[in-house]
């Protein structure tokens, strides 16, 4: 990609962000981040660790400062679903890259993540994935360069469909 630009995924859990930011990152001969295993890898801990034992605003402090060191090119980064809380992260990576939201409906969510209270999402203490879904929605758009709608496509057609939304943009 020419000016080394970093290709940074945002969506909800379950939406593809890392599985096809590999397949992307192959065919474009790129780098792959995961920023979730990056936050455990440095904590040593697992995200529902973190989330059960110093709750969900710790889980998301650690994710921002994760995020805002990142310092690197030509690479696709996935980031954790709760990333766009932190405008001073999204600022960072969208200094660097060009944002894609990979967009499913809250349906499709449900169906790929199952029980979600074991997957490490931050979520305040008894909200709903409903309420969840809606309020990160507001700011995948806020932040998105590309969208990129998930339903119905393959893994190497969502691939297909974020090279050749950011083609023109790159």
């Keep these: 990609m020419k000016g080394h630009k970093n290709l940074v995924f945002i969506g909800m859990p379950g939406s593809g962000k890392s599985t096809v930011g590999v397949l992307v990152a192959k065919r474009l001969g790129l780098g792959f981040v995961d920023t979730d ?37 030509s690479q696709v980064i996935s980031t954790g679903g709760s990333a766009v809380y932190s405008d001073v992260a999204m600022q960072h990576l969208k200094h660097g890259g060009l944002v894609v939201f990979l967009d499913i409906p809250l349906s499709v969510v449900r169906q790929r993540i199952g029980d979600y209270s074991l997957r490490g999402i931050s979520r305040r203490p008894g909200q709903s994935l409903e309420d969840l879904f809606t309020e990160r929605l507001a700011l995948y758009r806020r932040y998105a360069d590309v969208t990129v709608q998930g339903q119905g496509l393959s893994q190497d057609e969502v691939c297909q469909a974020v090279i050749d939304g950011v083609s023109h943009l790159v």
Excluded at 45 to 65: F, H, M, N, P, W
């Design 37 to 73: 295993l990056e936050i455990q890898q440095q904590t040593g801990r697992t995200l529902q660790d973190i989330v059960d034992q110093d709750g969900y605003l710790a889980l998301r402090k650690i994710e921002e400062a994760v995020l805002c060191a990142l310092n690197l090119q």
